[in-house]
């Protein structure tokens, strides 16, 4: 049989449904780099689901967006959000933001334990859909432990709305090279 006759004859395969067909045609997202903008996205709440919130317009000058794995989680809780809560450069940091995917509930009850009378002026945000972690391209699957998909642990420098500093634990969720120590130490501006 010639190769001419062969391919007239062939017909492709519909078996394949269009989110195969997509899936084998993505890439793994990049993580958020020095430079990028702050994802232009109402997916985060504050407070409650009825009150949503975009970084990217929120966010225009400079500031700090914490992420982290889980709210009330040991670490969470006992050193990594406490680290920036009672840090002595915090006020000149700019706004700063805690990101979790958790419900808006959960985050604002969080919010009330870690800081009652929010002295420190940080915002709990909720990212239930994990949408604004995944845009970041730090979102991993923590479904062994916390069921879904969760942030890596991490904390982004803003400067005039864009990424100055990307500080993101290599284990995704250890409290090391994201901690305000570190963080406001690192950056020269703090």
């Excluded at 062939?10 to 899936?23: D, H, I, K, N, V």
């Excluded at 780099?33 to 994802?39: A, F, L, Q």
């Excluded at 909720?126 to 991490?154: C, M, N, V």
Aim: charged share 20%; proline share 7%.
């Amino acid at each position: 049989m010639s190769t001419l006759r062969r391919l007239s004859t062939f017909r492709p395969r519909a078996s394949l449904t269009p989110q195969a067909r997509a899936a084998f045609h993505a890439s793994t997202p990049a993580p958020v780099k020095v430079g990028d903008g702050i994802p232009n996205l109402d997916v985060l709440h504050e407070h409650s689901p009825g009150n949503k919130i975009n970084l990217a317009q929120e966010l225009v000058g400079d500031g700090i967006i914490v992420g982290v794995p889980a709210a009330f989680s040991p670490s969470c809780s006992n050193s990594h959000i406490p680290s920036y809560i009672n840090h002595p450069k915090l006020s000149s940091a700019g706004q700063v933001f805690v990101v979790s995917v958790n419900d808006a509930f959960v985050m604002k009850a969080w919010a009330t334990s870690l800081d009652p009378t929010n002295t420190s002026g940080i915002r709990f945000l909720a990212d239930p859909t994990a949408a604004f972690t995944q845009a970041l391209a730090l979102a991993f699957d923590g479904s062994a432990i916390f069921g879904g998909d969760r942030s890596k642990r991490y904390a982004l420098t803003i400067k005039d709305g864009k990424v100055k500093e990307v500080h993101v634990e290599p284990d995704n969720t250890g409290v090391d090279v994201s901690t305000a120590e570190k963080v406001l130490k690192l950056s020269g501006d703090y």
